[in-house]
Structure formats: structure tokens, C-alpha cells
């Protein structure tokens, strides 16, 4: 059995490749052979051999990939650790977990969302000063993102996606925001990658949800709970009181609802 342990480098992507000359006990994307890692300057981030080889797209071949895109605007983060900041979001359609409170239930059919190449994209966000963009949905991580992820960091972008993990992320992420969903449990590839874990809280007994799910995820990742908006008066005394007692934890609220900016 090869145990492999994640570390920072405060360098730009760079590709290690490790030969393994025996046998390498199956772990989730984990097989005998070629093991590679993308390195970011954010904690390793591990992908099989199939998934490195999508990092090899040409530009051309980047430019011409699309993804359905529910819509796509310039405006602040409102949520998490990067609130207040100014932020492209890409919202794309398509959608394997259903939430009953989800706010953006159009996203989940992505055939009903146009088609847009990764360079369309990246050249209406980089039509704007701020060099953060964040992938959402729906569930981004559905999608394949390692074009879109290469144009934008041709342009001076950090990505960010925002995930309930269900799916394995592909492409080089930046900032990973995992939002773990009842509906369906997110994988443990997505935990370890998570960068901020924030647990929306609809009922009281979210917030064992949520320290199971902290328990799951890195000693570096930041803890967040939320108030799910409609239920926002009568939930966020709780989650004061429960951070009040559970420090380890931090308030999110979406404040781009209470200043009514996208």
C-alpha cells in the first residue's frame, strides 16, 4: 500500500510525475502505475492518469469546449471567506442533488441553458478588473472544468468553485467552497480538497450534519454555517449561539441578498 500526503507550495502549477515500480492498493482514483499530482499553490490536489491528460489541452482545444451557462455576471462574493470581494460567477446548469430549498432550481436541467465555449467565458470575465471567478451551478463539478480553468488562469484568475462535492472535481481549482447536501453525501475526494466547508442550516439537527462533516475534511479547512435564507429570522439565533458555544466554527450569511446584488 503507497500512503501520499498533501502539502502547499507557494509556486505556480507544476507537474510531478511518480513511477511506482510495485503495486499500488486501489483508493479512490488510485491504481497500479503512474501516479501524477497537479500542484497549485494551494494544498495538492491529487487526479488520476486519465484526468491528467485533460490537463494537456491545447489552447485551441480549450477555446472550443463549452458548458451549458445558466448566466454569468460581475459582481461581490457574498458568502464565506471571501465576502466583500468583487468576483465573475458562472453559474452552469445541470444538477444530481435536487436540495427541496435550492434558490436556483432552474440550474438543474442543463439542456435547457446555451452552450458557451470555456473562451467565451473567460474573455466576458476578464472584460472586467477583478481576478477571481467563481464556478457554480447547479453542481459545477459535473463538468469537466479543465478548459475553462486554463483560460481563466491564462488571464490572471484565481478559480473557485463552489460544490456540494458529489461528483469529483476536474480541473486546477484554486478554492474549493464544499457544501455538503442530505440529498446526496458528498464524496471523500471532494472533503479532502475542501479549502472552506459551509453547511447551510435549515433545521436543528443541521448542525450534527455539520460537525460530521467537518470531521471528514482537512485541520486547515475553515468552518462556516449559514442560515438558509428562508428561514434566516428564526435559524441564525440558533447558529450564533451555537458558534458561541463551538468556536471552531464562523458565521456565513449571504450578504448579497441583504444589499440585493446578484
Request: charged share 20%; glycine share 6%.
Amino acid at each position: 500500500m503507497v500512503w501520499l500526503s498533501t502539502t502547499t507550495f507557494g509556486i505556480g502549477p507544476i507537474l510531478f510525475e511518480i513511477a511506482l515500480a510495485g503495486h499500488c492498493e486501489e483508493r479512490s482514483n488510485l491504481t497500479s502505475g503512474r501516479i501524477r499530482f497537479l500542484v497549485t499553490d494551494k494544498p495538492l490536489t491529487l487526479y488520476n492518469q486519465q484526468q491528467i491528460q485533460k490537463q494537456k489541452l491545447t489552447n485551441t482545444e480549450s477555446n472550443t469546449v463549452s458548458y451549458p451557462v445558466m448566466e454569468h455576471f460581475y459582481t461581490l462574493q457574498g458568502e464565506g471567506l471571501h465576502t466583500g470581494r468583487a468576483a465573475y460567477f458562472i453559474r452552469l446548469g445541470g444538477c444530481d442533488v435536487g436540495c427541496v430549498w435550492c434558490d436556483v432550481k432552474e440550474s438543474w436541467d442543463a439542456s435547457i441553458h446555451p452552450q458557451m465555449t470555456a473562451n467565451e467565458i473567460t474573455q466576458l470575465a476578464a472584460a472586467n478588473p477583478g481576478r477571481i471567478a467563481v464556478i457554480t451551478g447547479g453542481e459545477p463539478a459535473l463538468h469537466d472544468l479543465t478548459a475553462l480553468c486554463n483560460l481563466l488562469h491564462g488571464e490572471g484568475f484565481k478559480t473557485h468553485i463552489e460544490t456540494s462535492g458529489s461528483s469529483p472535481i476536474v480541473g486546477a481549482i484554486d478554492w474549493v467552497t464544499l457544501s455538503p447536501k442530505k440529498f446526496k453525501a458528498p464524496i471523500q475526494e471532494a472533503l479532502d480538497l475542501a479549502n472552506e466547508l459551509k453547511v447551510v442550516v435549515y433545521h436543528h439537527s443541521d448542525f450534527k450534519w455539520a460537525e460530521e462533516h467537518a470531521a471528514k475534511v482537512g485541520k486547515d479547512c475553515l468552518l462556516y454555517l449559514q442560515p438558509e435564507w428562508s428561514k434566516r429570522d428564526s435559524v441564525t439565533p440558533l447558529i450564533i449561539d451555537y458558534i458561541q458555544q463551538h468556536p471552531q466554527w464562523q458565521l456565513s450569511l449571504q450578504t448579497h441578498k441583504y444589499i440585493n446584488i446578484p
